[in-house]
């Protein structure tokens, strides 16, 4: 009686085991730590960073797990491509244009006036970067999405339309290339991080600032600036990084889900979330007594394209100083967004 009882037992046991193995083998692996600098309520992160993590850790069936850390938690905005790229975090969302001069090609994105798409841009700009500038501008690093924000435009305490209207005025830019093309039209770039841009117009230190649609409501800006350009000006493209050790020490089935998520279609989609909320966010302006939207003349826009052009001029100086071919990345670029229906 007791060696039937034992037996059976041993039987029970040991399908037990044989059950647990297959959800053993899908237990978590790795967890990689992912820092941005935005507050996680937002669209940037909520609508985009958010959900390719957990599409990350879906399609890896819980190997993997993505620990996020935002707001500047783990280190300053401008820091951040050094934080992934010496290991301190495995992957980093990154703004190139928050450390000026180290990523000349990359900074070509920066240009106004070039792209009007940020869902169809994203995809162009992961294209033409990946065979442009990826390799000698960020080797020491995985890319793996690009994140731009709709087209953003100028938000201001008074009216401007044209040009003219920057001259004497303090703006805090999105990015190095938007400082320099205030500068250029006799303002003066007022460069603090996205979540410091509220105090810095509070205080009267900027009177405008370039930002995208989503951002005024984002950062509690509709108080202090409520006259908005209503044109695709600029775009600021953001880029998901990671960390090469921390790559290379994944299993290959591991290494499969990351390769799978970091493309150029995987940029459109993760583009789109942040995308849907800036234009909630503008139509939200537009039904806002308090808030005005200025839409330039067609001489306007003329005047605002022939002022950009020496900032073609400079990053065609920049790109060639480090021996790029600056005639082929920027028809490389043009050719992108015209292929991807996103050249404004």
């Known amino acids: 009686m ?3 009882i034992m037996k059976f037992a041993q039987t029970a046991l040991g399908g037990i085991l044989l059950l647990a193995i297959p959800a053993m083998s899908m237990a978590q692996e790795v967890t990689l730590r992912l820092s941005h600098w935005v507050p996680a309520g937002i669209a940037p992160a909520s609508k985009g960073i958010e959900p390719w993590a957990k599409d990350v850790e879906a399609a890896s069936n819980g190997r993997i797990a993505i620990q996020i850390f935002p707001a500047q938690q783990l280190g300053k905005a401008p820091d951040h491509y050094d934080m992934a790229k010496q290991g301190i975090v495995d992957l980093a969302w990154v703004n190139p244009g928050y450390t000026a001069g180290r990523f000349p090609i990359y900074a070509l994105t920066e240009v106004p006036f070039m792209a009007d798409d940020s ?36 938000h201001s305490k008074e009216k401007i339309t044209s040009p003219e209207g920057i001259k004497g005025k303090n703006v805090r830019p999105a990015h190095a290339t938007m400082a320099r093309f205030v500068s250029l039209l006799g303002g003066g770039p007022v460069q603090v991080p996205a979540p410091e841009v ?20 984002d950062f509690k800006l509709t108080d202090e600036v409520k006259e908005h350009l209503d044109m695709p000006f600029y775009l600021s493209a953001q880029v998901m990084i990671m960390n090469k050790a921390s790559y290379e020490k994944l299993s290959a089935e591991n290494k499969a889900v990351i390769d799978e998520h970091c493309s150029p279609e995987w940029s459109s989609k993760v583009a789109q979330g942040w995308y849907d909320d800036d234009m909630a966010a503008r139509d939200k302006l537009i039904a806002d007594p308090e808030q005005t939207l200025n839409v330039p ?25 480090k021996g790029g071919d600056a005639t082929a990345i920027l028809d490389g670029y043009v050719k992108s967004l015209e292929a991807n229906d996103a050249r404004y």
Do not use: N
């Open 2 to 4: 007791w060696e039937d």
């Open 119 to 154: 869902i169809k841009g994203a995809k162009a700009i992961h294209e033409w970067y990946l065979q442009y500038g990826a390799e000698q501008e960020m080797g020491d690093v995985k890319v793996c999405f690009i994140h731009p924000h709709a087209p953003g435009t100028l």
């Open 198 to 217: 509220r105090e810095a117009l509070s205080r009267g230190t900027a009177e405008a600032v370039t930002f995208p649609w989503g951002s005024m409501y």
């Open 297 to 321: 003349t067609d001489d306007e826009v003329a005047a605002w394209r022939k002022a950009a052009e020496p900032l073609l001029d400079e990053w065609r100086k920049a790109v060639e100083a």
